[in-house]
């Protein structure tokens, strides 16, 4: 089994979220670098969300949720979507990329890919969980990339 990888060029694991790729701010995705992907691959997902908004709002707090994505694909470029990829609804309740906005004080975003056996049959603005339930069962790995990003 390939190990999956996800990086950005903008940002470490672990390391902090440049502030452009904030809610307030420019409010784009940072780019994104896939490498790993299993060979029966036949699309991936990429979930983007906030834990540490359990304590601030009660809740995780999803920033992006995007599917589709094609197997081959090895980067999300800045500020953009794949090609012929869907985008869900954001807790923005808006559709497409939603970046950092911690309400309190630092909190760890969590970029979770999964590599699938299938392609999603969800219509665009779909949520998370309705992704998370379409993905049960044919997830053929997955790869997390954490950043950090204060208020």
């Known amino acids: 089994m390939s190990d999956l990888i996800l990086e950005s060029s903008a940002f470490k694991n672990g390391g902090e979220i440049p502030k452009k790729y904030g809610y307030k701010n420019s409010n784009i995705n940072p780019p994104l670098k896939i490498k790993g992907i299993p060979q029966n691959t036949k699309s991936l997902a990429l979930i983007m969300d906030d834990p ?11 920033h992006w949720v995007i599917w589709n994505i094609k197997p081959d694909t090895t980067e999300i470029k800045e500020d953009s979507i794949p090609v012929n990829s869907v ?9 497409g990329y939603g970046g950092p906005a911690p309400p309190d004080k630092e909190h760890t975003y969590i970029f979770k890919l999964y590599a699938l056996d299938n392609k ?5 603005g779909a949520s998370k969980s309705d992704v998370e339930k379409s993905m049960k069962n044919h997830i053929l790995a997955e790869s997390k990339l954490t950043g950090k990003y204060s208020p």
């Open 87 to 95: 985008e869900g609804k954001t807790d923005f309740g808006e559709i």
């Open 52 to 62: 540490d908004a359990m304590g601030a709002v009660g809740k995780i707090w999803v």
């Open 120 to 124: 999603l049959n969800l219509n665009q």
